[in-house]
């Protein structure tokens, strides 16, 4: 069956250190991947997308993504940490064949340390 | 402002309480979509709606009811609310499907059933 997997509920980091959040995917075939973020209150908003092409990519408010087939991942990752990135994240997965339907991750809860 | 919009914020019921959740999107899009968000579970699809007067199941269907008959206008009803209906839902929109164009989403309901 077609998944993702956020492996980590909770990550707390200090303000300027570094951040990777995992996210692993089994489907049948390379996917259309994607990370969302959700600020507290706040609907959820797309950071960046992987169709193809370059396998780093990089989103909005300094993040950046990198797609490695071998290891069925798409980490996100940040080079520095803001206190206003404490939010939940989600990494998701589609694929056009499956009548261009999302499958979102649980979450990744990040809190960011003073 | 391009938005997607849900009223209300918040709403305590009763089970058994017929209620309507609104949603309505600016962006002349396609696509509109319905989401419950559970602790440890993600985001799961209720409904969704290719165009107007198409309306189809997503993973979680069952209490749930859907109609589209202004592109819009997506409103959630659910017509015997139960408590296991407790959550945070989510309307989104896109263009065109969610995997090849992004999906903008509401601000998010949170609806308490008791």
Same mark, same amino acid.
């Given at each position: 069956a077609q998944s993702v997997t956020q492996p980590d509920i909770h990550i707390t980091v200090s303000e300027g250190a570094s951040l990777e959040l995992r996210c692993n995917y089994s489907y049948g075939a390379t996917p259309y991947l994607f990370w969302y973020v959700q600020s507290p209150g706040q609907g959820l908003q797309l950071l960046l997308k992987y169709f @193809? +092409? *370059?396998t780093l990519v990089q989103g909005i408010k300094g993040f950046e993504a990198e797609f490695k087939r071998s290891q069925s991942s798409f980490n996100l990752r940040k080079p520095s940490v803001h206190w206003s990135d404490a939010a939940e994240y989600f990494c998701a997965v589609g694929l056009r @064949? @499956? +009548? *261009?339907k999302l499958t979102f991750g649980t979450g990744t809860r990040l809190a960011v340390r003073p | 402002e391009a938005q997607v919009t849900q009223n209300p914020r918040y709403l305590i019921t009763v089970t058994g309480k017929k209620l309507t959740v609104t949603c309505s999107q600016n962006m002349n899009h396609e696509y509109m979509s319905w989401y419950r968000q559970d602790p440890g579970l993600g985001l799961r699809q209720i409904y969704y709606s290719m165009n107007v007067e198409v309306t189809d199941k997503g993973d979680v269907p069952e209490g749930y009811k859907v109609s589209r008959k202004e592109k819009r206008n997506f409103p959630l009803i659910l017509e015997s609310p139960s408590p296991n209906q407790t959550s945070l839902y989510f309307c989104a929109s896109s263009l065109r499907g969610t995997v090849t164009y992004e999906q903008y989403f509401g601000p998010g309901t949170r609806l308490t059933v008791t």
């Open positions: @193809s +092409g *370059d @064949s @499956s +009548g *261009d | -």
